[in-house]
């Protein structure tokens, strides 16, 4: 379910595609922050559980490499838990639509806005 700010997915209907993955709640919080010597970035926070274990970890992106985040928020999830393949991105896309187009505004960014190289995870 997506808000502007927030994004929630979980498995906990388990449809027949999804009984082998285990159970998992995930929560992703996003904002701009200014850092005065960075710039705009982009600050999430990643919480929830899986197979019932909590887990809740913070980071953040530069702004011209903050549309990266459904990889690094993927990488997060799977160190507690989570199979990549399994991913919360990879189920209902247009939500994350929705979460691509408020970063987009959030920042102010433009297609074809260079990338500085230094700032890919």
Request: charged share 25%; no cysteine; glycine share 6%.
């Amino acid at each position: 379910m997506f808000t502007p700010g927030h994004l929630h997915r979980d498995n906990n209907d388990r449809p027949e595609h999804m009984r082998l993955l285990p159970p998992f709640s995930v929560d992703f919080y996003y904002e701009v922050r200014k850092d005065p010597q960075q710039g705009p970035m982009l600050h999430m926070r990643l919480v929830g559980e899986v197979d019932g274990r909590h887990f809740e970890e913070e980071f953040e992106l530069h702004r011209d490499v903050a549309f990266n985040f459904a990889s690094v928020a993927t990488r997060v999830a799977a160190r507690h838990g989570l199979p990549p393949n399994a991913s919360p991105v990879m189920r209902g896309h247009d939500e994350y639509d929705k979460v691509f187009a408020d970063i987009r505004t959030k920042l102010n960014a433009q297609p074809g806005e260079p990338v500085n190289l230094d700032h890919v995870l």
